[in-house]
C-alpha cells in the first residue's frame, strides 16, 4: 500500500509560509456585520493564537487578514512532509476556528505551502497585505451598494473593473474616508510571540506592580509592509 502513498515522502525545507484560506466561507459569512463583522475577525485571530500556542507547528507568527491565515514557518514538525504540515494545519485551523465562533456546521480550510526566505517572506507580506488592502475597499463598496438596494449579484457587476481609486472616490461621496476606517481592517492582523504587560499584586506587600510576561501577542495596528517602517517591522518579527 505504501507504495502507492505517491506524495507521502515529499518533505521541504524551512523557512515556509503555510497558506490556510476557509473553505465556502461566503455560506458562513452571510449572517455577518458587513461590510466588516467583529466577532468574525476575533475568531480568526483567535484561531492564529492557538495554531501558534498549541497546534504543534510552532510558526513564528500569524498573518490574517479576511478569512486568510498565513503562518511563517522557521522549524518544521514531521520531518517537513508537505501532505502532514498542510493536513495537520487545515484541520486545525478548522477546529480552533469552530470552537471561536461557536459553529452550528462544519467549517473547513484549505492549506498550501509557500516556499520562502527571510528577504522573500517581506514581499510576500507585502503582496498578501495589499490584497487585504483590495478586500477592504471591495468590502465597503459593495455593502454600500446592497445597503442601497442591489443585489449581491448586482453590485459585483457594478464594481467590476472600477479602479481603486474610482472606488475610493465612491465611499468618499457617501461619508466613508478608506484611509481612516480601522487599520485590521485595512492591513490586516500580525499574531506572534513576544512580550507584554500585565498589571497585578505583590503577594508580600499587597502593592500593585506591573511585570512582564512572555506569550503570544497580537499587532492590530500595521505599519503597511512596502515602507522602510513596514519593513524594518517584518524584520523585526522575522528574527535573526
Same mark, same amino acid.
Not at 458587513?34 to 501558534?52: Q, S, V
Given at each position: 500500500?505504501?507504495?502507492? &502513498? +505517491?506524495?507521502?515522502?515529499l518533505?521541504?525545507?524551512?523557512?515556509v509560509?503555510?497558506? %490556510?484560506?476557509?473553505?465556502?466561507?461566503?455560506?458562513? +459569512?452571510?449572517?455577518?456585520? *458587513?461590510?466588516?463583522?467583529?466577532?468574525?475577525?476575533?475568531?480568526?485571530?483567535?484561531?492564529?493564537?492557538?495554531?501558534?500556542?498549541?497546534?504543534?507547528?510552532?510558526?513564528?507568527?500569524?498573518?490574517?487578514?479576511?478569512?486568510?491565515?498565513?503562518?511563517?514557518?522557521?522549524? %518544521?514538525?514531521?520531518?517537513?512532509? #508537505?501532505? *502532514?504540515?498542510?493536513?495537520?494545519?487545515?484541520?486545525?485551523?478548522a477546529?480552533?476556528? +469552530?470552537?471561536?465562533?461557536?459553529c452550528?456546521e @462544519?467549517?473547513?480550510?484549505?492549506?498550501?505551502?509557500?516556499?520562502?526566505?527571510?528577504?522573500?517572506? #517581506?514581499?510576500?507580506?507585502?503582496?498578501?497585505?495589499?490584497?487585504?488592502?483590495?478586500?477592504?475597499?471591495?468590502?465597503?463598496c !459593495?455593502?454600500?451598494?446592497?445597503?442601497?438596494?442591489?443585489?449581491?449579484? &448586482?453590485?459585483?457587476?457594478?464594481?467590476?473593473?472600477? *479602479?481603486?481609486? &474610482?472606488?475610493? &472616490?465612491?465611499?468618499?461621496g457617501?461619508? $466613508?474616508?478608506?484611509?481612516?476606517?480601522?487599520?485590521? !481592517?485595512?492591513?490586516g492582523?500580525?499574531?506572534?510571540?513576544?512580550?507584554y504587560? *500585565?498589571e497585578?499584586?505583590n503577594?508580600?506587600t499587597?502593592?500593585?506592580?506591573? $511585570?512582564?510576561?512572555?506569550?503570544? +501577542?497580537?499587532?492590530?495596528?500595521?505599519?503597511?509592509?512596502?515602507? @522602510?517602517?513596514?519593513?524594518?517591522?517584518?524584520?523585526? #518579527?522575522?528574527?535573526?
Amino acid at each position: 500500500m505504501e507504495s502507492h &502513498e +505517491t506524495f507521502s515522502t515529499l518533505a521541504i525545507y524551512p523557512p515556509v509560509f503555510l497558506r %490556510l484560506d476557509g473553505r465556502s466561507f461566503h455560506r458562513l +459569512t452571510r449572517t455577518c456585520n *458587513k461590510p466588516f463583522d467583529a466577532r468574525f475577525h476575533a475568531a480568526m485571530t483567535g484561531t492564529c493564537r492557538r495554531l501558534l500556542a498549541d497546534s504543534g507547528l510552532d510558526p513564528l507568527f500569524a498573518y490574517t487578514f479576511s478569512d486568510e491565515i498565513n503562518l511563517y514557518c522557521t522549524v %518544521l514538525p514531521f520531518g517537513g512532509r #508537505v501532505e *502532514k504540515l498542510d493536513s495537520i494545519a487545515a484541520s486545525y485551523a478548522a477546529s480552533a476556528f +469552530t470552537l471561536e465562533y461557536d459553529c452550528d456546521e @462544519p467549517v473547513a480550510f484549505d492549506a498550501r505551502v509557500v516556499l520562502a526566505t527571510p528577504e522573500y517572506a #517581506v514581499e510576500y507580506l507585502a503582496m498578501r497585505q495589499a490584497e487585504a488592502w483590495r478586500n477592504h475597499i471591495n468590502a465597503y463598496c !459593495q455593502a454600500a451598494l446592497v445597503t442601497e438596494g442591489r443585489t449581491g449579484r &448586482e453590485a459585483a457587476a457594478d464594481l467590476r473593473g472600477m *479602479k481603486a481609486g &474610482e472606488m475610493h &472616490e465612491m465611499m468618499f461621496g457617501r461619508g $466613508v474616508n478608506l484611509n481612516e476606517t480601522p487599520a485590521w !481592517q485595512r492591513r490586516g492582523t500580525l499574531v506572534r510571540h513576544g512580550v507584554y504587560t *500585565k498589571e497585578g499584586v505583590n503577594p508580600r506587600t499587597r502593592e500593585r506592580v506591573t $511585570v512582564q510576561r512572555r506569550g503570544v +501577542t497580537t499587532d492590530e495596528d500595521l505599519p503597511l509592509f512596502s515602507t @522602510p517602517e513596514g519593513r524594518a517591522y517584518l524584520f523585526s #518579527v522575522l528574527g535573526p
